[in-house]
């Protein structure tokens, strides 16, 4: 009878959750149990008793996630209050900033060294231009001077700014190659002296040595290592190219 009762109240409720309540008498709630063909009479008060306690057996699912979200969302706070050692919030950023000063570091080490390489390349190129010019005797038969050398040597390079003002060549005969010397041409300050620079193309079978100077701004705004000229205020790097040879049997 009991068992009988208390599925009738599951019934009782599930009609109330849907808004289809029961047929109430003014003795209280009357039920009827199909299987066992009985039926039972319930006060008002212990019908009310029994629909509630189904209610709360059968809470709706919402209201149980609800519960249980609020339960876990203090419980995590309160947890994670007292160990920040192990709160993995933000990790990503704390990553990159320790890793984004060498990494930008690299990236303009490579990028400055590849433009500066590529440039050293194509001043090689042009001194060697310049000195077949001298070699051959075109550029004594021609009475190139100074600076139209050196135009004709910037002609045939890239990446150097201010080329005709700031490259600067020197121009030296010798006797025999194992005289031939380097002297510096540089200043206390870093920068090529006007005064230590020589031009001069000889004449034929005589030994040249034909050297090009740029001092090479450094763009960087980290300490790459490519600047090798720390005589200036500011990092530059001393780009030069040298050819040396014997000038052809040519006539004057």
Request: glycine share 8%; net charge neutral; with cysteine.
């Given at each position: ?14 009609n109330f959750h849907r ?125 190139v001077t100074e600076q ?15 080329c005709t003002s700031n ?86």
């Amino acid at each position: 009878m009991q068992a009988s009762a208390l599925t009738v109240c599951e019934r009782l409720s599930a009609n109330f959750h849907r808004n289809a309540g029961p047929v109430q008498s003014a003795e209280g709630y009357k039920t009827s149990d199909p299987v066992n063909e009985t039926s039972t009479q319930f006060g008002q008060d212990q019908s009310l008793e029994a629909i509630v306690r189904v209610s709360a057996k059968a809470a709706p699912a919402n209201g149980a996630k609800m519960i249980k979200r609020l339960f876990r969302s203090g419980f995590d706070k309160k947890q994670t209050e007292g160990d920040f050692a192990s709160d993995e919030k933000g990790s990503v950023a704390v990553e990159f900033a320790l890793t984004a000063i060498p990494f930008f570091v690299l990236l303009f080490a490579i990028l400055e060294a590849g433009i500066v390489f590529f440039a050293t390349a194509t001043l090689d190129q042009a001194v060697n231009d310049a000195g077949r010019l001298i070699r051959t005797g075109q550029a004594q038969t021609a009475g190139v001077t100074e600076q139209q050398l050196t135009q004709t040597i910037c002609d045939n390079v890239v990446l150097l700014s201010g080329c005709t003002s700031n490259l600067k060549i020197d121009v030296r005969v010798y006797s025999n190659f194992s005289s031939v010397a380097f002297p510096s041409v540089l200043g206390t300050d870093g920068t090529v002296q006007a005064d230590k620079l020589a031009f001069s193309m000889g004449n034929a079978g005589d030994i040249v040595l034909v050297r090009a100077f740029y001092v090479w701004p450094i763009w960087s705004p980290f300490p790459t290592g490519i600047a090798n000229n720390g005589g200036t205020s500011s990092p530059t790097r001393l780009i030069q190219s040298s050819i040396a040879f014997r000038n052809e049997p040519f006539t004057s």
